[in-house]
Antibody, heavy 119, light 110 residues
Framework: EVQLVESGGGLVQPGGSLRLSCAASGFTFSSYAMHWVRQAPGKGLEYVSAISSNGGSTYYANSVKGRFTISRDNSKNTLYLQMGSLRAEDMAVYYC????????????WGQGTLVTVSS | QSVLTQPPSASGTPGQRVTISCSGSSSNIGSNTVNWYQQLPGTAPKLLIYSNNQRPSGVPDRFSGSKSGTSASLAISGLQSEDEADYYCAAWDDSLNVLVFGGGTKLTVL
């Protein structure tokens, strides 16, 4: 069974940093690209970032480019999102999601982790 | 303002058929495949349709997808109360080089 479990969310002050993790199991992690997608309270889904299966290619939404960094450790079956210079508008539930290739919509999604940006 | 355009709401009575549209452009729906997701309240999105019209195992055949040109549609037949949820379309955009979503459609079963 495919499982994606996010962690690392929490309360952070504006301007602060946070690192999210996504532990994958039930499939060959190194064969799949991965996405981060977020959803602000009461709002729709918003793409954040994607990474290819070997980590060689990364993609970012303009809203997070230069502030967020996506990475992965295939030996640990784990996806990461390093978030910096956090703003109030970054507050959301962050989902990791699996995709066959980075330039395609995802299939399986994790349950999400909440990031709250507030002083 | 979402790149893909969906109606904000849709409704139907039990047993009816409803259709949700998703309008895009040549750089997204026009050149790439579309997925549809169902999001029940308080839960993560779940894949409903992939590659425009394919159903993952476990998804009832009441759900179907189609694509024509720069638009896609999700149809739900034999509407049931448990279908009440938010529905999203998604596709890769070759010009923006990002994944784009529709704004979501809230389906109400009357």
């Amino acid at each position: 069974e495919v499982q994606l479990v996010e962690s690392g969310g929490g309360l952070v002050q504006p301007g602060g940093s946070l690192r999210l993790s996504c532990a994958a199991s039930g499939f060959t992690f190194s064969s799949y690209a991965m996405h981060w997608v977020r959803q602000a309270p009461g709002k729709g889904l918003e793409y954040v970032s994607a990474i290819s299966s070997n980590g060689g290619s990364t993609y970012y939404a303009n809203s997070v480019k230069g502030r967020f960094t996506i990475s992965r450790d295939n030996s640990k079956n784990t996806l990461y999102l390093q978030m910096g210079s956090l703003r109030a508008e970054d507050m959301a539930v962050y989902y990791c999601a699996r995709t066959p290739i980075a330039v395609a919509p995802p299939d399986y999604w994790g349950q999400g982790t909440l990031v709250t940006v507030s002083s | 303002q979402s790149v893909l355009t969906q109606p904000p709401s849709a409704s139907g009575t039990p047993g009816q058929r409803v259709t949700i549209s998703c309008s895009g452009s040549s750089s997204n729906i026009g050149s790439n495949t579309v997925n549809w997701y169902q999001q029940l309240p308080g839960t993560a999105p779940k894949l409903l349709i992939y590659s425009n019209n394919q159903r993952p195992s476990g998804v009832p055949d009441r759900f179907s997808g189609s694509k024509s040109g720069t638009s896609a549609s999700l149809a739900i037949s034999g509407l049931q109360s448990e279908d009440e949820a938010d529905y999203y379309c998604a596709a890769w955009d070759d010009s923006l080089n990002v994944l784009v979503f529709g704004g979501g459609t809230k389906l109400t079963v009357l």
